[in-house]
């Protein structure tokens, strides 16, 4: 059976704060994958260079499995994670996964809008790939709530009450 609720979006820092939010309206338990595998694998660049990318690999792809097996908890996976491996399977196996599809428009908007060099740079790769990347995740979701901004109030309002209408 199903417990757990998985957020995935492109816009990561978003998706992580509407998830903790959600987490505690919903009364569940809070995973970001991504924090879990920071603190399991503390120097990643050390153990791939003494163990190898394939060992590193498995090291993650453990982590994602265990986290995926929890009950009960709302989990958010950074979108380079989640379409790897099998990792969209594993959280399907045991949980609903949720996809926040922003417009293109949005993604533009805060590379306009930011002055970090590195968030700009990421945010020209997500527009360049945006229709792949919103495809694929289509493809493995159970709910896509389609999100027209990316203010925080609108979005957790509109998630909820998605979430809400779902579970009824």
Known sequence: ???????VSLLERLNKKIAT????????????????????LVNEGEIESLCGIDYLNNLKNKTIQEVASYENTLITIP???????????YLNKYGTIVFLKFPVSVLEKIKKTT????????MEILIRTYN?????????SDVVIDLTKSDFDFC?????????EYYL
């Open 1 to 7: 059976m199903k417990t757990n609720i998985v957020l």
């Open 132 to 140: 792949e990347h919103t495809a694929l995740c289509e493809d493995v």
């Open 79 to 89: 979108y380079s994670l989640f379409i790897s491996e099998k990792n969209a399977e």
């Open 21 to 40: 939010k959600i987490s505690e309206e919903f009364d569940l338990y809070f995973a970001d994958i991504a924090d879990i595998l920071q603190y399991n």
């Open 156 to 164: 957790y309002k509109k998630v909820k009450k998605v979430l809400d």
């Open 115 to 122: 002055k970090k060099e590195t968030t700009k740079n990421e």
